[in-house]
Protein backbone atom coordinates (compact mmCIF):
# COMPACT_ATOMS: atom_id res chain seq x y z
CA UNK A 1 0.00 0.00 0.00
CA UNK A 2 1.30 3.53 -0.84
CA UNK A 3 0.17 6.94 1.01
CA UNK A 4 -2.91 7.72 1.18
CA UNK A 5 -4.12 11.01 -0.92
CA UNK A 6 -0.94 10.05 -2.94
CA UNK A 7 -1.44 9.63 -7.04
CA UNK A 8 1.22 8.53 -8.79
CA UNK A 9 1.64 6.01 -12.27
CA UNK A 10 4.60 4.44 -13.50
CA UNK A 11 5.09 3.06 -17.21
CA UNK A 12 5.99 -0.45 -16.49
CA UNK A 13 5.97 -1.31 -20.23
CA UNK A 14 3.17 -1.61 -23.11
CA UNK A 15 -0.09 -2.05 -21.46
CA UNK A 16 1.48 -2.76 -18.09
CA UNK A 17 1.14 0.69 -15.40
CA UNK A 18 1.16 0.74 -12.43
CA UNK A 19 -1.21 3.48 -10.67
CA UNK A 20 -0.80 4.09 -6.94
CA UNK A 21 -4.02 5.91 -5.68
CA UNK A 22 -5.03 7.03 -2.29
CA UNK A 23 -2.93 4.08 -0.66
CA UNK A 24 -3.99 1.37 -3.38
CA UNK A 25 -1.15 -0.30 -5.76
CA UNK A 26 -3.11 -1.59 -9.12
CA UNK A 27 -1.00 -2.89 -11.93
CA UNK A 28 -2.87 -3.02 -15.37
CA UNK A 29 -2.48 -5.94 -18.15
CA UNK A 30 0.67 -7.19 -16.50
CA UNK A 31 2.46 -8.86 -19.64
CA UNK A 32 6.03 -9.00 -17.93
CA UNK A 33 7.67 -12.10 -19.82
CA UNK A 34 10.96 -11.46 -22.03
CA UNK A 35 8.89 -13.20 -25.07
CA UNK A 36 5.46 -13.82 -25.70
CA UNK A 37 4.32 -15.74 -28.76
CA UNK A 38 6.24 -13.97 -31.91
CA UNK A 39 6.70 -10.72 -29.96
CA UNK A 40 9.94 -10.37 -27.85
CA UNK A 41 10.71 -7.68 -24.88
CA UNK A 42 13.72 -5.22 -25.11
CA UNK A 43 14.01 -4.77 -21.24
CA UNK A 44 12.51 -6.69 -17.88
CA UNK A 45 10.64 -4.84 -15.40
CA UNK A 46 11.84 -3.61 -11.72
CA UNK A 47 10.24 -5.88 -9.26
CA UNK A 48 9.05 -3.33 -6.83
CA UNK A 49 6.25 -2.73 -9.43
CA UNK A 50 5.15 -6.34 -9.00
CA UNK A 51 4.77 -6.39 -5.15
CA UNK A 52 2.66 -5.06 -3.01
CA UNK A 53 -0.61 -5.17 -5.35
CA UNK A 54 -3.80 -4.65 -4.03
CA UNK A 55 -5.74 -5.10 -7.70
CA UNK A 56 -5.10 -6.78 -11.44
CA UNK A 57 -7.07 -4.76 -13.70
CA UNK A 58 -7.59 -7.06 -17.66
CA UNK A 59 -8.93 -5.00 -19.86
CA UNK A 60 -9.34 -8.20 -22.57
CA UNK A 61 -8.39 -11.50 -22.97
CA UNK A 62 -5.80 -11.34 -26.06
CA UNK A 63 -2.09 -12.49 -25.31
CA UNK A 64 -0.78 -9.49 -24.90
CA UNK A 65 -2.71 -8.25 -21.98
CA UNK A 66 -4.16 -11.63 -20.38
CA UNK A 67 -0.48 -13.67 -20.09
CA UNK A 68 -1.02 -16.30 -17.40
CA UNK A 69 2.67 -16.45 -17.05
CA UNK A 70 3.27 -13.17 -16.18
CA UNK A 71 0.28 -13.42 -13.81
CA UNK A 72 2.11 -16.23 -11.65
CA UNK A 73 5.04 -14.24 -11.54
CA UNK A 74 3.05 -11.11 -9.30
CA UNK A 75 3.87 -11.44 -5.52
CA UNK A 76 1.17 -11.88 -2.87
CA UNK A 77 -2.53 -12.57 -3.86
CA UNK A 78 -4.16 -9.04 -5.19
CA UNK A 79 -7.60 -9.36 -6.15
CA UNK A 80 -8.16 -9.67 -10.11
CA UNK A 81 -10.54 -7.74 -12.15
CA UNK A 82 -11.45 -8.95 -15.70
CA UNK A 83 -13.90 -8.65 -18.11
CA UNK A 84 -17.22 -10.83 -17.55
CA UNK A 85 -16.57 -14.83 -18.40
CA UNK A 86 -12.87 -14.45 -18.85
CA UNK A 87 -12.34 -15.33 -14.88
CA UNK A 88 -11.81 -18.96 -15.82
CA UNK A 89 -8.46 -18.46 -17.57
CA UNK A 90 -7.33 -17.26 -14.14
CA UNK A 91 -8.64 -19.99 -11.52
CA UNK A 92 -5.50 -21.71 -11.26
CA UNK A 93 -3.51 -18.36 -11.22
CA UNK A 94 -1.70 -16.22 -7.67
CA UNK A 95 -5.30 -14.69 -6.86
CA UNK A 96 -7.38 -14.00 -3.49
CA UNK A 97 -9.89 -13.02 -5.20
CA UNK A 98 -11.37 -12.81 -8.75
CA UNK A 99 -14.09 -10.38 -9.81
CA UNK A 100 -15.58 -10.38 -13.38
CA UNK A 101 -17.42 -6.72 -14.55
CA UNK A 102 -19.33 -5.78 -17.42
CA UNK A 103 -19.75 -2.39 -18.85
CA UNK A 104 -20.88 -0.11 -16.26
CA UNK A 105 -20.60 -2.09 -13.13
CA UNK A 106 -17.99 -1.74 -10.59
CA UNK A 107 -15.28 -2.80 -7.73
CA UNK A 108 -14.34 -1.38 -4.68
CA UNK A 109 -10.45 -1.85 -4.11
CA UNK A 110 -9.94 -0.44 -0.87
CA UNK A 111 -11.80 2.48 -1.30
CA UNK A 112 -10.57 3.63 -5.00
CA UNK A 113 -14.41 2.25 -7.05
CA UNK A 114 -12.53 1.07 -9.96
CA UNK A 115 -15.51 1.13 -13.06
CA UNK A 116 -15.50 -1.08 -16.09
CA UNK A 117 -16.06 1.34 -19.31
CA UNK A 118 -16.99 -0.03 -22.89
CA UNK A 119 -13.99 -0.55 -25.29
CA UNK A 120 -14.38 -0.39 -29.31
CA UNK A 121 -12.43 -3.71 -29.96
CA UNK A 122 -12.31 -7.30 -31.00
CA UNK A 123 -11.33 -9.54 -27.64
CA UNK A 124 -11.17 -12.71 -29.19
CA UNK A 125 -8.77 -15.39 -28.03
CA UNK A 126 -8.73 -17.43 -30.78
CA UNK A 127 -11.77 -20.38 -32.02
CA UNK A 128 -11.71 -21.96 -28.76
CA UNK A 129 -10.95 -19.48 -26.39
CA UNK A 130 -13.41 -17.21 -23.87
CA UNK A 131 -16.03 -15.12 -25.11
CA UNK A 132 -15.45 -12.28 -23.14
CA UNK A 133 -15.88 -7.96 -24.10
CA UNK A 134 -12.82 -5.83 -24.29
CA UNK A 135 -12.91 -3.63 -21.56
CA UNK A 136 -11.46 -0.37 -20.25
CA UNK A 137 -11.39 1.23 -16.82
CA UNK A 138 -11.93 4.39 -14.65
CA UNK A 139 -10.55 4.55 -11.09
CA UNK A 140 -12.20 6.85 -9.05
CA UNK A 141 -11.12 8.21 -6.00
CA UNK A 142 -8.97 11.29 -5.16
CA UNK A 143 -8.35 11.17 -8.59
CA UNK A 144 -9.78 10.25 -11.56
CA UNK A 145 -7.73 7.82 -13.69
CA UNK A 146 -8.94 6.39 -16.82
CA UNK A 147 -7.31 3.47 -18.94
CA UNK A 148 -7.95 2.40 -21.46
CA UNK A 149 -7.00 -0.94 -22.35
CA UNK A 150 -7.26 -1.38 -26.39
CA UNK A 151 -9.55 0.67 -28.24
CA UNK A 152 -11.05 2.19 -31.04
CA UNK A 153 -11.61 6.33 -30.64
CA UNK A 154 -15.28 5.87 -29.53
CA UNK A 155 -18.05 8.69 -29.29
CA UNK A 156 -19.40 7.91 -25.63
CA UNK A 157 -15.80 8.47 -24.38
CA UNK A 158 -17.13 11.95 -23.46
CA UNK A 159 -19.36 10.46 -21.35
CA UNK A 160 -16.06 9.54 -18.99
CA UNK A 161 -15.05 13.55 -19.03
CA UNK A 162 -13.64 15.08 -17.22
CA UNK A 163 -10.43 12.97 -15.91
CA UNK A 164 -7.42 14.42 -13.94
CA UNK A 165 -5.02 11.33 -15.94
CA UNK A 166 -5.98 9.13 -18.75
CA UNK A 167 -3.90 6.46 -20.03
CA UNK A 168 -4.09 5.77 -23.84
CA UNK A 169 -2.61 3.22 -26.46
CA UNK A 170 -0.88 4.89 -28.80
CA UNK A 171 0.75 1.91 -31.05
CA UNK A 172 0.84 -1.37 -31.76
CA UNK A 173 3.62 -4.55 -32.09
CA UNK A 174 4.05 -4.52 -36.04
CA UNK A 175 4.49 -2.37 -39.39
CA UNK A 176 0.04 -2.32 -39.01
CA UNK A 177 -2.45 -1.31 -36.52
CA UNK A 178 -5.70 -3.08 -37.32
CA UNK A 179 -9.43 -2.09 -36.44
CA UNK A 180 -10.44 -1.74 -32.91
CA UNK A 181 -6.80 0.33 -32.01
CA UNK A 182 -5.95 4.03 -32.00
CA UNK A 183 -3.13 5.76 -33.52
CA UNK A 184 -1.73 8.60 -32.31
CA UNK A 185 -3.79 10.57 -33.97
CA UNK A 186 -6.82 9.21 -32.98
CA UNK A 187 -5.53 9.39 -29.14
CA UNK A 188 -5.20 12.76 -29.37
CA UNK A 189 -8.76 12.94 -30.80
CA UNK A 190 -9.51 10.91 -27.77
CA UNK A 191 -8.41 13.68 -25.82
CA UNK A 192 -10.92 16.03 -27.16
CA UNK A 193 -13.84 13.62 -25.30
CA UNK A 194 -12.11 12.96 -22.37
CA UNK A 195 -11.05 16.44 -20.83
CA UNK A 196 -7.99 14.99 -19.13
CA UNK A 197 -5.81 17.30 -17.11
CA UNK A 198 -2.91 14.67 -17.81
CA UNK A 199 -2.47 12.14 -20.34
CA UNK A 200 0.19 9.52 -20.72
CA UNK A 201 0.56 7.59 -23.55
CA UNK A 202 0.96 3.76 -23.57
CA UNK A 203 1.28 0.70 -25.58
CA UNK A 204 4.08 1.79 -27.56
CA UNK A 205 8.09 0.79 -27.61
CA UNK A 206 8.02 -2.41 -25.73
CA UNK A 207 7.42 -5.35 -27.89
CA UNK A 208 7.92 -5.94 -31.19
CA UNK A 209 8.45 -9.13 -33.59
CA UNK A 210 11.17 -11.02 -33.22
CA UNK A 211 11.53 -11.11 -36.88
CA UNK A 212 12.89 -7.45 -36.16
CA UNK A 213 15.24 -5.52 -35.57
CA UNK A 214 14.75 -3.07 -32.53
CA UNK A 215 15.20 0.65 -33.95
CA UNK A 216 17.20 3.59 -32.39
CA UNK A 217 15.40 5.19 -29.66
CA UNK A 218 14.28 7.91 -31.55
CA UNK A 219 12.45 5.03 -33.87
CA UNK A 220 11.22 3.46 -30.88
CA UNK A 221 9.55 6.65 -29.39
CA UNK A 222 8.32 8.33 -32.34
CA UNK A 223 4.38 6.80 -31.64
CA UNK A 224 4.78 8.96 -28.15
CA UNK A 225 6.29 11.84 -29.23
CA UNK A 226 3.52 11.83 -32.21
CA UNK A 227 1.02 11.95 -29.48
CA UNK A 228 2.35 14.61 -27.55
CA UNK A 229 3.10 16.99 -30.93
CA UNK A 230 -0.41 16.18 -32.20
CA UNK A 231 -2.31 16.20 -28.48
CA UNK A 232 -0.80 19.81 -28.89
CA UNK A 233 -2.55 20.66 -31.69
CA UNK A 234 -6.32 19.31 -30.93
CA UNK A 235 -6.05 19.31 -26.98
CA UNK A 236 -3.33 21.86 -26.12
CA UNK A 237 -4.98 22.52 -21.89
CA UNK A 238 -3.83 18.95 -21.81
CA UNK A 239 -0.72 17.81 -19.99
CA UNK A 240 1.32 15.29 -22.18
CA UNK A 241 4.22 13.62 -20.57
CA UNK A 242 6.23 10.42 -22.34
CA UNK A 243 7.13 8.17 -19.86
CA UNK A 244 10.03 5.90 -20.72
CA UNK A 245 9.49 2.23 -19.08
CA UNK A 246 10.19 2.30 -14.86
CA UNK A 247 9.39 6.13 -15.19
CA UNK A 248 6.92 7.41 -12.77
CA UNK A 249 4.84 10.85 -12.92
CA UNK A 250 3.01 11.95 -9.73
CA UNK A 251 -0.59 13.84 -10.21
CA UNK A 252 -0.79 17.20 -8.79
Do not use: C, Q
Amino acid sequence: MSDANHARVRYVGHATVLIELDGVRVLTDPVLRRRVLHLRRHSLPEADALAGLDAVLISHAHWDHLDIPSLVRLRGTPRAIVPRGAGRLLRRSRFGEIVELDVGESADVGGVTVTATRADHDAGRGPLGVRAPALGYRLTGSKRVYFAGDTDLFGEMAELAPLDLALLPVAGWGPRLPPGHMDAHRAAEALRLLEPRTAVPIHWGTYSLITKRRGSESVVRAPAEEFRRLAAELAPDVDVHVLAEGESLELP
